[in-house]
């Protein structure tokens, strides 16, 4: 039976002084889409909000880690790390959870966090880089391919069922921001996943299509189409890779809202990460002429086909990737659930380890994947 959960007061909040990732950027969206911008002037450069307890780089002393790969059915391989509790009876065989990050980052942001945390409860559990992403294999670096990411979900399944530590039928996915599209996609055509839950989800296909709120047209889509398809003849012609969208790496008077949240994680020490060999200047932006995929990109279409396989959608009561989640609630069947935190933006569900409903998601795992 589908439950909400509401936060107790629908008070409007005021818009946060922190940058957000702007997404959307590539797509034209910009303050229209948002709705709001910044009318304050910007903070240090090296400003981070650490507030309600932000851990981004949790280390548990109650697991025990080990970096592993796996291969893909495209004969790439994925890299990730394997969290097996301490405690762990000999010869026993525990559900398994597997975590995605939030598109154009890497394991080492946000998806670390949760697996320790699950792993903490008694889950083994896997954080994994997408492919083209993090220390996963894929050429060329930061290319968007939906499909391919699915894939390292399901990988990451043939993985975690070979293990002796693992009971292949209690193997549940989450996906935190991008990688709750990614994992929604994976688990309607592989049925191995038996429980999806997801984190400040973003919606990658309908956020490049219509932008936030519907702010994007037809018309300009057709324009970034367009921008894309001439960037590829350039690069065709031998000329040189560009990256689109991701987190600003400045902040002036005018940075929205949305432009500080994300930079507040991904360009401060609270989340910070440069894989090794990887350029700081790349983090989270994809190829311009990869990114316009997501255009194809529909996860809901067929959402109500992962029942009667459970669903959990955890979103801030104040984020701005709301939309997406309630969405995606609408059209899955049951049993489903929608989880909003009461006080909780987008990124805060990141790393704010006293905001993130960790017994909610113990919760929802321990009915469905330890019954």
Same mark, same amino acid.
């Given at each position: 039976?589908?439950? +909400?959960?509401?936060?107790? #007061?629908?008070?409007?909040?005021?818009?946060?002084?922190?940058?957000?990732?702007?997404?959307?950027?590539?797509?034209?969206?910009?303050?229209?889409?948002?709705?709001?911008?910044?009318?304050?002037? =910007?903070?240090? =450069?090296?400003?981070?909000?650490?507030?309600?307890?932000?851990?981004?780089?949790?280390?548990? !002393?109650? %697991?025990?880690?080990? #970096?592993?790969?796996?291969? /893909?059915?495209?004969?790439?391989?994925?890299?990730?790390?394997?969290?097996?509790?301490?405690?762990?009876?000999?010869?026993?065989?525990?559900?398994?959870?597997?975590?995605?990050?939030?598109?154009?980052?890497?394991?080492?942001?946000?998806?670390?966090?949760?697996?320790?945390?699950?792993?903490?409860?008694?889950? %083994? /559990?896997?954080?994994?880089?997408?492919?083209?992403?993090?220390? #996963?294999?894929?050429?060329?670096?930061?290319?968007? #391919?939906?499909?391919?990411?699915?894939?390292?979900?399901?990988?990451?399944?043939?993985?975690?069922?070979?293990?002796?530590?693992?009971?292949?039928?209690?193997?549940?996915?989450?996906?935190?921001?991008?990688?709750?599209?990614?994992?929604?996609?994976?688990?309607?055509?592989?049925? &191995?996943?038996?429980?999806?839950?997801?984190?400040?989800?973003?919606?990658?296909?309908?956020?490049?299509?219509?932008?936030?709120?519907?702010?994007?047209?037809?018309?300009? &889509?057709?324009?970034?189409?367009?921008?894309?398809?001439?960037? &590829?003849?350039? !690069?065709?012609?031998?000329? !040189?890779?560009?990256?689109?969208?991701?987190?600003?790496?400045?902040?002036?008077?005018?940075?929205?809202?949305?432009?500080?949240?994300?930079?507040?994680?991904?360009?401060?020490?609270?989340?910070?990460? /440069?894989?090794?060999?990887?350029?700081?200047?790349? *983090?989270?932006?994809? /190829?311009?002429?990869?990114?316009?995929?997501?255009?194809?990109?529909?996860?809901?279409?067929?959402? +109500?086909?992962?029942?009667?396989?459970?669903?959990?959608?955890?979103?801030?009561? %104040?984020?701005?990737?709301? +939309?997406?989640? @309630?969405?995606?609630? &609408?059209?899955?069947? !049951?049993?489903? @659930?929608?989880?909003?935190?009461?006080?909780?933006?987008?990124?805060?569900?990141?790393?704010? %380890?006293?905001?993130?409903?960790?017994?909610?998601?113990?919760?929802?795992?321990?009915?469905?994947? *330890?019954?």
């Amino acid at each position: 039976m589908s439950t +909400e959960n509401k936060p107790e #007061s629908n008070t409007p909040r005021p818009a946060r002084d922190v940058a957000r990732r702007d997404v959307l950027r590539m797509a034209g969206a910009g303050a229209a889409a948002f709705g709001m911008m910044s009318a304050v002037a =910007a903070p240090s =450069a090296r400003a981070q909000d650490m507030s309600n307890g932000a851990d981004n780089f949790y280390k548990s !002393e109650n %697991v025990i880690a080990r #970096s592993v790969t796996f291969p /893909t059915q495209y004969k790439t391989n994925v890299a990730a790390n394997l969290y097996v509790p301490r405690n762990l009876a000999q010869n026993a065989r525990r559900p398994a959870i597997i975590v995605g990050h939030p598109m154009g980052a890497v394991k080492e942001q946000s998806a670390n966090l949760y697996a320790q945390k699950m792993a903490d409860r008694g889950y %083994v /559990t896997v954080s994994l880089d997408l492919p083209f992403w993090g220390a #996963s294999e894929g050429q060329p670096r930061n290319v968007v #391919s939906p499909d391919f990411y699915a894939e390292a979900f399901s990988a990451a399944v043939d993985f975690l069922g070979a293990q002796p530590q693992v009971d292949r039928e209690r193997i549940g996915v989450l996906g935190i921001c991008g990688s709750g599209s990614f994992v929604i996609s994976a688990a309607k055509i592989d049925p &191995r996943m038996k429980a999806v839950a997801t984190v400040s989800m973003y919606d990658m296909g309908a956020a490049n299509r219509q932008g936030l709120r519907k702010g994007v047209s037809v018309e300009q &889509r057709k324009q970034f189409i367009e921008a894309a398809a001439q960037q &590829r003849w350039a !690069e065709a012609a031998g000329g !040189e890779t560009q990256y689109t969208s991701g987190t600003v790496h400045e902040l002036t008077a005018n940075s929205t809202p949305i432009e500080r949240e994300f930079y507040d994680f991904y360009r401060t020490p609270r989340g910070e990460f /440069t894989p090794a060999g990887g350029s700081p200047r790349l *983090t989270t932006h994809p /190829t311009l002429t990869s990114n316009i995929k997501f255009m194809n990109f529909y996860p809901f279409s067929d959402i +109500e086909t992962i029942s009667p396989r459970p669903m959990l959608f955890i979103t801030g009561d %104040v984020a701005h990737s709301k +939309e997406f989640s @309630e969405d995606a609630f &609408r059209l899955a069947a !049951e049993p489903k @659930e929608l989880f909003i935190v009461p006080g909780a933006g987008h990124v805060d569900l990141y790393d704010c %380890v006293n905001l993130i409903p960790w017994d909610k998601l113990g919760s929802f795992f321990d009915q469905h994947l *330890t019954a």
